[in-house]
């Protein structure tokens, strides 16, 4: 008797995880014949360890995307498109989208991909547009965010916050994101608009293994969050390049660059942050405004010189702008990269 229940819970434990299928004009039960035409069917349908594959095309949804699930440690679970299939999510049939100016967007219709309470998920190669937020992220950990384009979203285009650790955020594009409900402030042709108002993040990451993250959460008291933000580019945004946003935690920031946005190039105004070897030039309110807890080291501010455009071996930004190649990374370029070949600010002719 013992050993027939040994091997029905080795059995029960033993269970394989599925892959789950979605289309934009799926009617089915999740199989590859037979699709969703929900990408919420099949997150509600899966458990830890499960792939969801998205089909190419454009999703519409009318309401977000809600995670509020787990997978674990060993057994992540993860949405991607099917093979090489591109797949946008459009979210301009959800509310929110904008606000009227000065109404303030509720928690739970904030994002395409609304993420709380939800841990060890891995998201790739998706392209979320037009949403009341892009990603939208809170109180969710050991989270995989890889080859992501949020570009033309109300609000940020990626936020993560509040008790939110140990995730990675790799190969991000996030640009023309805005919040008209605040500025009523139409979208531009500039690159990247607008710095996200409650998250740093990054216009164009230029490492294969970047992780960027985030500042601040709403709740009080807030809770500290420790991140790495290394070789990343903030340029032209509406606002500004990186920001703390309230986080009282500890940012280690190396090797970044803020160049040509619209306010200050970097603003840490309530942690307890690290600056190494960054790079703010031509920002309009200045390169960075530190509070006393942060130490700042190597930065172009600390080397007694202005650094100007002259300083650098391109500020073309259009190979920046173009299709990332095969392996999720940038085309190399000079773009921002210093003349004088030191070893300060992100690049994209190496990894770091």
Same mark, same amino acid.
């Given at each position: ?11 029960? +434990?033993?269970?394989?995880? $599925? ?45 977000? @995307? *809600? ?53 060890? &998920? ?24 890889? +080859? ?10 990626? *936020? ?72 990343? @580019?903030?340029?032209?945004?509406? $606002? $500004? ?17 803020? &160049? ?18 960054? @790079? +703010? ?5 200045g390169q960075a ?11 172009? &501010?600390?080397? +007694? ?7 650098? $071996? ?35 002719r190496q990894k770091?």
């Amino acid at each position: 008797m013992p050993s027939t229940l040994a091997i029905i819970l080795v059995s029960l +434990g033993a269970v394989a995880a $599925k892959d789950i299928y979605v289309s934009p004009t799926g009617t089915g039960t999740g199989t590859l014949a037979a699709p969703y035409g929900s990408i919420q069917s099949a997150v509600n349908a899966a458990v830890a360890g499960d792939t969801i594959y998205l089909r190419g095309g454009t999703y519409r949804p009318s309401a977000n @995307i *809600q995670f509020s699930k787990s997978g674990t440690r060993t057994s992540p679970s993860s949405v991607r498109p099917y093979q090489s299939e591109k797949v946008i999510i459009d979210g301009e049939n959800m509310p929110g989208t904008p606000k009227a100016v000065g109404e303030s967007l509720p928690n739970s219709e904030r994002g395409i991909f609304h993420i709380q309470n939800a841990n060890y &998920w891995a998201f790739y190669k998706l392209e979320l547009i037009n949403g009341p937020y892009g990603i939208y992220a809170r109180d969710a950990s050991h989270n995989y965010y890889d +080859g992501l384009s949020t570009h033309d979203n109300y609000e940020t285009g990626f *936020q993560l916050e509040g008790a939110s650790s140990n995730n990675t955020v790799a190969n991000l594009d996030s640009y023309r994101n805005r919040d008209p409900a605040r500025t009523a402030r139409a979208p531009t042709a500039s690159p990247a608009k607008k710095a996200p108002a409650r998250a740093t993040s990054c216009a164009t990451p230029a490492s294969g293994t970047t992780a960027t993250a985030t500042a601040s959460s709403s709740a009080s008291p807030i809770t500290p969050a420790n991140h790495v933000v290394r070789n990343c @580019i903030a340029f032209q945004n509406y $606002k $500004k390049g990186f920001i703390d946003n309230g986080n009282p935690g500890a940012l280690a920031m190396e090797r970044n660059t803020a &160049w040509k946005n619209g306010d200050t190039g970097y603003v840490m105004r309530s942690s307890s942050s690290t600056l190494k070897n960054n @790079i +703010g030039s031509n920002n309009v309110n200045g390169q960075a405004t530190l509070v006393s807890t942060v130490k700042a080291s190597g930065n172009s &501010w600390n080397l +007694g010189v202005t650094w100007t455009d002259s300083l650098f $071996k391109s500020t073309d930004s259009s190979t920046l702008k173009g299709a990332r190649g095969s392996d999720g990374r940038v085309v190399p370029s000079d773009f921002l990269v210093p003349a004088s070949g030191q070893a300060i600010g992100a690049t994209t002719r190496q990894k770091l």
